[in-house]
């Protein structure tokens, strides 16, 4: 639990260095007044893995409150992570690393995608998560790249 809410307050703060791009975004229900909600799908490249994009697709509440950013989205979203090239792990890449942040509400709650690398399989491993807890535990997705098997030691 401390360990969320640390996570949370770092995310506001100190969101890492990425790029992303939204991709679009589909309306799910139509509002009277303000924007309607959506689901929307953005693309996040890893800042230190070449050749590998993560898309996230998370709901986004419209609404007076959605439009002037102050609504909380719902913990609601689906990760694909692809290789768009050959990918190969830099030195010292560390074991566990959280990679990006996607602001959920105005300062509470951010979705924040982490790398992990499993070396026994020759793969990198990013998990998406909610840092607001849902009944108990975070809401969460899962996704993986596999890297090119350099010959090199299994610890990056």
Not at 84 to 105: F, H
């Amino acid at each position: 639990m401390k360990r969320l809410i640390a996570a949370a307050l770092l995310a506001c703060f100190t969101t890492p260095a990425l790029a992303d791009q939204q991709i679009g975004s589909v309306s799910t229900n139509f509002r009277l007044v303000g924007p309607n909600d959506k689901v929307v799908v953005q693309r996040l490249e890893d800042p230190k893995i070449p050749n590998v994009e993560c898309y996230a697709s998370f709901a986004q509440t419209g609404g007076v409150a959605g439009g002037i950013g102050v609504a909380t989205d719902p913990s609601q979203f689906a990760l694909s992570c692809i290789a768009a090239g050959p990918v190969t792990l830099p030195a010292n890449l560390p074991q566990k690393e959280e990679v990006a942040a996607i602001s959920a509400s105005f300062l509470f709650k951010h979705f924040v995608l982490t790398r992990m690398v499993d070396t026994d399989k020759h793969a990198l491993v990013y998990v998406l998560i909610s840092t607001k807890l849902l009944h108990g535990s975070p809401a969460n997705a899962v996704s993986a790249v596999p890297v090119a098997n350099t010959g090199t030691p299994d610890k990056p």
